[in-house]
């Protein structure tokens, strides 16, 4: 099945700040989504992004799927951005994952005041 | 976003112990979808559901069961709880797009801890 790496593992910053997380994955998708689970364990969409470009206030999202990455930007972060961000994939059609997500392993972002 | 609920949120049971964990969306989405998520991991695909008396497995092997009678309602149950299987159980639907070109939509996940 397809592979899914997401970068950094962990990462630490002071309120303020800019943080770029990236995901890699292995082979065509049509559905790629990035989440923001909370402490409370609720995963909250952020981007349904298999291509292009999307802004949503302080975050945005690049994905170029010739390449077989996806990007999600963080501009001035708060406390309240901490949490686990994950991305996850769907496969081309054709395959027996249709419609099927495939989750990286996260990134813990922590922001301190 | 969708309206999707899961009860309970925690449930705390001893083993051997027959249990359903709850599901249900407002939305009239045809896909449902459970995935089991241990602390700290990836969450992985248990169960899938593409309409009304469809079910498939997912990815990940479990012990667990689910059902789709009803559009809106997804349950899954595990006959006999077991210690393994404590971790935390989330809740997707989507609308269905074309080939999957379709958001998926969380419910706020049941932890289960079996003692």
């Known amino acids: 099945g397809i592979q899914v790496e997401q970068s950094p593992p962990d990462l630490i910053l002071q309120e303020g700040a800019n943080s770029t997380l990236r995901c890699n994955f292995s082979d065509s998708v049509n559905n790629l989504q990035w989440f923001h689970q909370n402490p409370w364990g609720q995963l909250i969409n952020l981007f349904y992004i298999p291509s292009g470009t999307k802004q949503n206030g302080r975050l945005s999202a690049t994905t170029v799927a010739t390449e077989r990455y996806s990007l999600l930007y963080i501009s001035s972060s708060q406390t309240t951005d901490s949490g686990v961000y994950f991305c996850?994939?769907?496969?081309?059609?054709?395959?027996?994952?249709?419609?099927?997500?495939?989750f990286g392993q996260g990134t813990i972002l922590t922001v301190h005041p | 976003e969708a309206d999707i609920y899961q009860t309970p949120r925690y449930l705390v049971i001893g083993t051997g112990k027959k249990i359903t964990l709850e599901c249900s969306q407002t939305?009239?989405?045809?896909?449902m979808y459970w995935y089991q998520q241990d602390p700290g991991m990836e969450l992985h695909l248990i169960h899938y559901s593409y309409g009304v008396n469809s079910t498939e497995k997912g990815d990940l092997s479990s012990e667990s069961t689910v059902s789709r009678i009803r559009t809106e309602h997804f349950p899954l149950t595990l006959e006999s709880a077991r210690p393994s299987h404590t971790s935390q159980y989330l809740c997707?639907?989507?609308?269905?797009?074309?080939?999957?070109?379709?958001?998926?939509?969380f419910g706020p996940g049941t932890r289960l801890t079996v003692l």
């Open positions: 997707a639907s989507s609308a269905g797009g074309q080939y999957g070109t379709d958001t998926q939509y």
């Open positions: 996850a994939v769907g496969e081309r059609a054709g395959g027996t994952s249709y419609g099927k997500l495939t």
């Open positions: 939305m009239g989405h045809d896909k």
